[in-house]
T-cell receptor, first 115, second 113 residues
Framework: GAGVSQSPSNKVTEKGKDVELRCDPISGHTALYWYRQSLGQGLEFLIYFQGNSAPDKSGLPSDRFSAERTGGSVSTLTIQRTQQEDSAVYLC?????????????FGPGTRLTVL | DAKTTQPNSMESNEEEPVHLPCNHSTISGTDYIHWYRQLPSQGPEYVIHGLTSNVNNRMASLAIAEDRKSSTLILHRATLRDAAVYYCILRDIGGGSNYKLTFGKGTLLTVNP
């Protein structure tokens, strides 16, 4: 079946502009995650959605970052007033908890470059 | 979160087996051991996971020490496509705040033709 998809695959923007990144999770997966990976660095957790529960936003680096998940499916990560340090690959993952644990399936990521 | 320790890098030859070690001496009884890998310019990819018993799937095998303080990911015949960074991650089955994956630096596997 279809995996996690993300759009756009690449985004170049100017400092100070707002950007929206989209994630389409695997159908039926109740959990959705956003991570980011800066050049040469490990993955950094940003936000987690699980069903209808309030999202865990503890990983968002500043109030310029926000995310929503509409209808328990598609999610949008918004970065306002982008800064150069926001440049990274933004990865989305979805999962379904079965038997006490889950397997996260990652999308290909959106490479964001802030000039 | 319980931490894991992996070698920074390893090298293998094509079509030979590869054993990637992971130490997790502070593992708790409710931690699953997960392995993910990240190929160049791609998102992470699930490889395998286990709790106490050894596990096999189409991609790899996971050997878990009897005391669970270490584990080994086994690629039976390495191919060039297996060149990636391999991450060993502990996941608490109790959920709570441990649903997110905490990636360390992983092991960079180089496969020589």
């Amino acid at each position: 079946g279809a995996g996690v998809s993300q759009s756009p695959s690449n985004k170049v923007t100017e400092k100070g502009k707002d950007v929206e990144l989209r994630c389409d999770p695997i159908s039926g997966h109740t959990a959705l995650y956003w991570y980011r990976q800066s050049l040469g660095q490990g993955l950094e957790f940003l936000i987690y959605f699980q069903g209808n529960s309030a999202p865990d936003k503890s990983g968002l680096p500043s109030d310029r970052f926000s995310a929503e998940r509409t209808g328990g499916s598609v999610s949008t990560l918004t970065i306002q007033r982008t800064q150069q340090e926001d440049s990274a690959v933004y990865l989305c993952a979805s999962s379904l908890f079965v038997g006490g644990t889950d397997t996260q399936y990652f999308g290909p990521g959106t490479r964001l470059t802030v000039l | 979160d319980a931490k894991t320790t992996q070698p920074n890098s390893m090298e293998s030859n094509e079509e030979e087996p590869v054993h990637l070690p992971c130490n997790h001496s502070t593992i708790s009884g409710t931690d699953y051991i997960h392995w993910y890998r990240q190929l160049p310019s791609q998102g992470p990819e699930y490889v395998i996971h286990g709790l106490t018993s050894n596990v096999n799937n189409r991609m790899a095998s996971l050997a878990i020490a009897e005391d669970r303080k270490s584990s080994t990911l086994i690629l039976h015949r390495a191919t060039l496509r297996d060149a990636a960074v391999y991450y060993c991650i502990l996941r608490d089955i109790g959920g709570g705040s441990n649903y997110k994956l905490t990636f360390g630096k992983g092991t960079l596997l180089t496969v020589n033709p």
